[in-house]
């Protein structure tokens, strides 16, 4: 599936990744591995492999095929770099049209806006193409800025889900947060 969405004014596309950015993904991985350990799960040394990326790639191209999925990468405009993710995993659609957020930049591209316009995408991507009623991410309650590219683009805070996930090697506690179709509609312009 060819798909491309835009925020021109912060400079960034998303597009979801094919196998043609996994050299690229590789060593944004590898860039970001050592910031965001204290918020990442400890991968094994294979993770941080072409072969292993590769492999990842192809399972989210599958997923994004049966509508489970979606992993898209987040590209400067002007040069088409590689400089992020935002993905919606595990989507389940029929009587719970959910999906989960996940995302991360590359430190030397964070503030400016850039994660929040690129959240705010897919998550417009999840509502409209996929008529999804939630869109929900779970954050460490440490991860402030994680937390507010979430609150600026509407999130709500819902609760604290006790060892949620096993991050740093350690089961920690996550902030859940949501938006709703219905906010968006709430909030727009009458």
Do not use: C, W
């Not at 799960?41 to 590769?54: A, H, S």
């Amino acid at each position: 599936m060819a798909l491309t969405l835009y925020n021109t004014a912060h400079g960034i596309s998303l597009r979801l990744l094919n196998i043609q950015d996994a050299q690229a993904y590789l060593e944004l991985i590898h860039l970001t591995r050592l910031p965001y350990q204290s918020v990442e799960p400890v991968r094994e040394d294979d993770f941080y492999t072409l072969e292993t990326q590769i492999r990842r790639i192809k399972d989210r191209v599958q997923a994004a095929d049966e509508g489970t999925g979606y992993q898209f990468g987040i590209f400067t405009i002007q040069d088409d770099l590689l400089i992020g993710q935002v993905s919606l995993n595990n989507v389940v659609l029929g009587v719970a049209n959910y999906a989960d957020l996940g995302y991360f930049i590359h430190p030397d591209y964070q503030g400016g806006g850039r994660m929040t316009a690129a959240v705010k995408l897919a998550v417009a991507y999840g509502f409209r193409a996929l008529k999804l009623n939630r869109v929900q991410a779970a954050v460490l309650p440490s991860n402030h800025g994680s937390e507010r590219v979430l609150e600026k683009n509407g999130f709500q805070r819902e609760g604290m889900a006790r060892k949620y996930l096993k991050i740093n090697g350690v089961y920690q506690d996550h902030q859940i947060y949501a938006l709703l179709a219905e906010d968006l509609e709430d909030s727009s312009p009458h």
